[in-house]
């Protein structure tokens, strides 16, 4: 067995007995990224430097006695929408190529803290807009499963390290399902954690009441203890939780004996591809198996979830990316007055799908259209959350794909924004209700594709939300890995 | 026909409190370009707001001085638009759940008092500055532009008046006792010259008895309370003028000239911009409890408008109570510890805001370091009401006071100013002006009486001035009718 086929928690192990170095495991992920990369092109940055020089310390450390943790030593790749101190950050546009931030996001520190090393900066659908990796100014990451195919987005590259043995794990960010619906499509664990519970200090805004960072890793385990790791009050963020946190790990081997499973009826039947139905349902059976209680659970307000949220996430992104002008960082195109530099520079800067959604947040904040658009929305936005509560009255957790379909062909749906966008309809409301949600992996369908199997709590329900999932993942046995040509890049 | 103005006054005040509004940044003016700055205020991406409880606290002090409603819960909004020198280009502000609602100003104009309705009182945050470079520092025309962030992100309240006010002369009262309120409470320098606070006026003009507003006219660029009246005056006859000629008044934003004493037309105002307000998803509502806000309120120093009334009921002439209200907290201190010791409160306000004050401006001096205390202000009005001085001699004793000579009785007699009341020592200055003034005497026994008064002046000045004028009127009428 490969280091690179290791979880955080194997590779922890084998470094506190000697077996390998921090170092050791760097260069096996530098390897295997150095042959894995010219077909997969998930990494924008890698900083062998800085990688280098925190396993050092790592190394070092621990040879002094000091251990940071369960993150001490390993590797970890980041989104490009999170600050680092030193190191380009782009979220994946042309405006911002070059820009070097002058500080680390929250969670950045957060990591360095823990022992981390941050191998590189990973690729992303321009400004984290997109659900395929296919809208970043540096090109498209493809999927490790079948290079034809994307790997789902915005947080592609993310999922597709940790897929392809390149990192050991990775953060991304998810504002409709960016974390849950690459991890499903190419067949990794990825949460989304409570909203408020992780720092959005240092991440590249896309839709602020939205945003969440949160882990892609090889297993339920290594995503608890990456969560513990990175969330906790900031002071630096209005919007952090400055209440009690829960144990997300607390629950890990309690299984589901008796727990309230609810399967969401609406997130099923047109549009859902047959495999990852068949897969789903095959899932449900055996968690009954298990000793759940399955309880069929209607949300209707879920039908209309993806409407409110095309209005809100891009009204928010609107102004988030207003601060993009040229005037302080980033691209500048020149221009005779301050205006036309500011609409050269953006015209310039912004790809197609970022001005797509700035016009359309634009649009939906103007006078006249507001009550319309926006105040309606927010409206949906409640009921979403009242439906949920509704539900939680009588199940644990909720259940459902995290993607209706495995990962598609690469260009299949960049000429439809609208199909594109439905790549989204089972993460979604978790985020516009701000609750916690999860994917495992749970199979493959007949082509050899990874299926997603997601499930919701309420409200800091990490605990229980990690006691279902860990059980899914017992249960589902999922050990495949993608298989990628021995090509040295 | 005769013509109604409605105006109201909208008012930025920025907040002199340590950091900026939304980060750690120093708030510090004049310091060298972009030194206090971080990624927050730059709108670094990523960078995020957290809000300032000291500014909270400022503005809830300024709502309540203003007699206005804290708000249970308030929100802080987006207001989208592009500029250069606003880093984000949204600037987060108030929309429609401001801090403070629903105050009130009373201020008084000829000896007529009225009310002043306050709409709202809100927080935000200010922009960076530009300095235009080349052709004379006008935009347009700008070779270059420079920007300065130090200014960006300090907190700024915005205080919107009803349109109540009706005059020139009203809206320039109204100006000053907001200022000398917003100084009063120390929350800002409230200096004009320097922009940490700034007037704008939204001007119209009405048939008088109609209650429907005319076509509103916003007047910026007022940097004196003189120019906002002049500015005022003029606008309202320029828009009667328009309005008589029979052509239709535009909405639109005038700049005031000072230089010309005219306004310009600035921008047209097509109908409202669309700064597209929603709710700021940075930050969270901000609940101001009952509790929090009575521990502000509790804060609160005397208002001059308060202390008005207060001198008025010690007695004091509605003039007199309203330049000692106005006078530095130094000199309001003494007042109150002369009264306090006994000393009568018309007196002391007469000192404190003639001579006192006067001396303070003659020797650019700072009322904190004076010398004087209530006690010896009271001591030097009781010598001159028994005698001891003379009230001229007692401008000299409160100067050696004020100069650090010491109490008033000391000084008093270091310079020689004590009145000489010893009647023996009287007569015999009476009795040596009356042998060396021989045909003074003779006319006075001949019925010429009131060469009384120039033989008062002569012991007066055999006695330097210490002598008691009325004891030498005394002895000398005695002496020359015996």
Redesign the interface.
């Known amino acids: 067995m490969s280091l690179t086929d290791l979880t955080v928690a194997e590779a922890g192990a084998k470094l506190r007995d000697g077996e390998a170095s921090s170092v050791d495991l760097l260069d096996s992920i530098l390897d295997r990224a150095s042959m894995t990369e010219a077909q997969v092109h998930a990494y924008l940055t890698i900083d062998r430097e800085g990688a280098h020089e925190a396993a050092g310390k790592a190394d070092a450390d621990l040879a002094d006695g000091i251990d940071r943790g369960p993150l001490h030593g390993i590797p970890i790749a980041l989104k490009d929408?999170?600050?680092t101190r030193g190191v380009e950050?782009t979220?994946s546009s042309q405006i911002?190529a070059g820009?070097v931030?002058?500080?680390d996001?929250t969670v950045v520190q957060k990591l360095r803290d823990a022992g981390a090393v941050i191998v590189g900066k990973t690729n992303l659908d321009e400004f984290a807009m997109g659900s395929s990796t296919e809208n970043s100014a540096y090109g498209a990451t493809f999927n490790p499963w079948d290079i034809g195919r994307i790997p789902g987005g915005s947080s592609g590259g993310s999922a597709a390290v940790v897929a392809a043995g390149s990192a050991f794990a990775a953060l991304g960010s998810d504002t409709g399902g960016s974390i849950r619906q690459p991890a499903s499509l190419t067949g990794v664990v990825g949460l989304k954690p409570t909203y408020g519970t992780v720092s959005?200090?240092?991440?590249?805004?896309f839709?602020?009441?939205l945003d969440q960072i949160g882990p892609l890793a090889k297993s339920v385990e290594d995503a608890a203890l990456i969560l513990e790791a990175i969330w906790g009050h900031d002071?630096?963020?209005?919007?952090s939780f400055s209440g009690a946190y829960p144990d997300p790990g607390a629950g890990l081997d309690r299984g589901v004996g008796g727990l309230r499973i609810g399967v969401v009826e609406e997130l099923a039947g047109e549009g859902y591809e047959e495999a990852v139905e068949t897969g789903v349902a095959s899932m449900v059976s055996q968690l009954s198996d298990a000793g759940a209680e399955i309880v069929e659970v209607s949300l209707p307000t879920f039908e209309i979830a993806l409407s409110a949220y095309y209005l809100i996430a891009p009204?928010?992104a609107?102004?988030n990316l207003?601060?993009?002008?040229g005037?302080?960082?980033g691209h500048r195109a020149e221009g005779a007055?301050?205006?036309e530099l500011?609409a050269r520079t953006r015209g310039e800067g912004f790809g197609p799908e970022v001005i797509r959604r700035i016009l359309l947040g634009?649009y939906a904040?103007?006078?006249g259209y507001?009550d319309a658009f926006?105040g309606q929305a927010q409206k949906v936005r409640a009921a979403i959350q009242e439906d949920f509560a509704r539900a939680y009255e009588s199940v644990d957790v909720l259940v459902s794909p995290t993607s209706p379909t495995v990962a598609f062909e690469v260009g299949a749906r960049t000429e439809d924004p609208l199909a594109m966008y439905l790549s989204d309809i089972c993460t979604i409301p978790s985020n516009l209700s701000g609750h916690p949600g999860i994917s495992i992996p749970i199979g493959v369908d007949g082509q050899g594709l990874p299926i997603g199997f997601q499930v919701m709590a309420p409200a800091l329900g990490e605990e229980v939300l990690f006691q279902a999932a860990a059980e899914v993942e017992r249960l589902a046995a999922f050990s495949d890995k993608p298989e990628l040509a021995e090509v040295a890049s | 026909m005769s013509w109604e103005a409605v105006i109201g006054i909208e008012v930025h005040v920025e907040l002199t409190t340590d950091s900026k509004m939304f980060c750690g940044c120093a708030v510090s003016f004049g310091d060298p370009p972009n030194t206090n700055i971080c990624p927050t205020c730059l709108g670094l991406p990523g960078a995020l707001p957290v809000p300032n409880r000291v500014a909270i606290e400022s503005i809830m002090a300024v709502g309540l001085a203003f007699n206005c409603e804290v708000s249970p819960r308030s929100v802080f909004h987006r207001k989208n638009y592009f500029y250069a020198d606003l880093p984000k280009n949204y600037q987060i502000s108030q929309f429609d759940i401001p801090v403070c609602h629903d105050g009130y100003l009373d201020v008084t104009v000829d000896g007529e008092t009225r009310r002043i309705g306050i709409e709202r009182a809100h927080m935000e945050e200010d922009t960076g500055k530009s300095t235009h470079l080349g052709d004379g520092g006008r935009i347009h025309a700008a070779e270059s532009t420079l920007l300065d962030f130090n200014r960006s992100g300090v907190p700024l309240v915005e205080i919107v008046s009803r349109p109540d006010i009706r005059s020139a002369a009203e809206s320039r009262a109204y100006a000053q006792e907001l200022r000398s309120i917003v100084a009063e409470l120390g929350v800002s320098d409230a200096r004009l010259e320097e922009g940490s606070i700034r007037f704008d006026a939204n001007i119209s003009i009405r048939p008088e008895g109609v209650e429907t507003l005319g076509t509103k006219v916003e007047v910026k660029n007022m940097n004196s309370f003189r120019s906002l009246e002049r500015a005022v005056d003029y606008e309202i006859a320029r828009q009667i003028s328009v309005v008589e000629g029979g052509a239709e008044m535009i909405q639109e934003t005038r700049h005031w000239d000072e230089e010309a004493d005219v306004t310009h037309s600035m921008r047209t105002k097509e109908g409202l911009s669309d700064y597209r307000f929603f709710t700021e998803p940075d930050l969270v509502p901000m609940v101001m409890s009952d509790g929090w806000i009575e521990e502000v309120r509790a804060t609160l120093p005397e208002l001059p408008a308060a202390r008005r009334a207060s001198y008025e009921a010690h007695g004091l002439e509605s003039d007199l109570a309203e330049v000692l209200s106005a006078a530095p907290k130094e000199l309001r201190n003494i007042y109150y510890e002369a009264i306090s010791d006994g000393a009568a409160p018309k007196a002391v306000a007469n000192w404190l805001t003639g001579e006192v004050t006067a001396w303070l401006r003659r020797n650019e001096a700072d009322p904190a370091d004076m010398s004087l205390t209530g006690p010896h202000l009271g001591e030097l009005i009781a010598m001159v009401e028994d005698g001891t001085v003379s009230s001229s001699a007692a401008k000299d004793v409160l100067q050696g006071v004020l100069e650090g000579e010491g109490n008033p009785r000391t000084v008093a007699e270091s310079r020689d100013l004590v009145q000489i009341s010893d009647t023996g020592a009287l007569e015999e200055a009476v009795l040596g002006v009356l042998g060396e003034n021989p045909d003074a005497v003779e006319s006075y026994r001949g019925g010429e009486k009131k060469v009384v008064g120039f033989l008062v002046g002569q012991v007066m000045r055999a006695t330097q001035g210490k002598a008691d004028p009325k004891m030498v009127n005394q002895i000398l009428t005695e002496k020359l009718e015996g």
């Open positions: 929408n999170m600050c950050t979220a911002l820009y931030p002058p500080y996001a959005r200090y240092g991440l590249i805004a839709a602020s009441s002071p630096l963020d209005a919007t009204a928010e609107s102004a207003a601060r993009f002008d005037i302080r960082y007055t301050t205006e500011m634009t904040l103007s006078a507001y926006y």
